[in-house]
């Protein structure tokens, strides 16, 4: 998913992008030290949400929302670099994914691919480790879950920044397939991970594309939920 922010909001992210350079300090607020304080891992604590229904979507959770810390932490992982934080996200994406999917059944988490302009920029789909780790925690909580890449893009995808809802849903509409192969085999339940909704325009893609091929989805869980 893309970003845009206001310059003010921006000051903490670019407080710990100065931070990266000079030495440790956390990718939410910049304070030198830990890579996330103690006051921010107060105020990052996994407290996850049910989000408005949003048109197509599977029932969707988020950690948290797309403000504050949660948000500069998002925008440090995204375009800082700072991959350490990948595990930490991971966690809380976790903690979305289990409100959102209660019970004993085994999860299949599925994550929603970056465009591939965005994967080639940053090095990697940076949505993929999160789906990892979030998977290890909630094996290490006694569910028993895996991630699986199912889904690709058939077609280029303009980036969604600027474009209004419905401008979203057709830019996206028919973008995404399973790969080849990759679907069955499976008795989990799948549910989409992502970094952020907004509209939901891709989760309902990615959700379209699985029904496609015959993978009905359960559920979606986000790191972050922008109104
Ligand atoms: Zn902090």
Not at 35 to 44: H, R, T
Not at 119 to 126: A, F, I, M, S, W
Not at 168 to 182: I, M, P, Q
Not at 196 to 214: H, I, P, Q, Y
Request: hydrophobic share 40%.
């Amino acid at each position: 998913m893309p970003y845009s922010a206001s310059p003010s909001s921006l000051l903490p992210f670019l407080r710990a992008l100065g931070g990266l350079a000079l030495g440790e300090c956390c990718r939410a607020c910049g304070r030198p030290g830990a890579l996330v304080c103690p006051e921010c891992a107060d105020a990052l604590a996994a407290r996850p949400h049910r989000c408005p229904p949003r048109p197509g979507c599977p029932p969707t959770w988020a950690a948290g929302p797309y403000a504050g810390a949660d948000r500069a932490l998002l925008l440090a992982y995204k375009h800082g670099g700072a991959r350490a934080l990948a595990a930490r996200s991971g966690v809380r994406l976790a903690a979305a994914v289990a409100a959102s999917a209660p019970g004993p059944r085994p999860l299949l988490l599925v994550p929603v691919p970056a465009r591939p302009q965005s994967v080639r920029r940053r090095g990697g789909d940076q949505t993929v480790p999160l789906a990892r780790y979030a998977a290890r925690e909630l094996c290490r909580r006694g569910r028993a879950a895996a991630h699986r890449p199912l889904l690709r893009h058939r077609r280029r995808v303009a980036d969604q920044v600027g474009l209004g809802r419905g401008e979203r849903r057709g830019n996206l509409a028919g973008a995404l397939e399973v790969r080849r192969g990759a679907a069955g085999g499976t008795a989990a339940d799948p549910v989409l991970v992502d970094d952020v909704v907004t509209t939901g325009s891709t989760l309902a893609e990615a959700a379209r594309a699985l029904r496609a091929a015959g993978i009905r989805v359960r559920s979606a869980a986000v790191l972050a939920e922008r109104r």
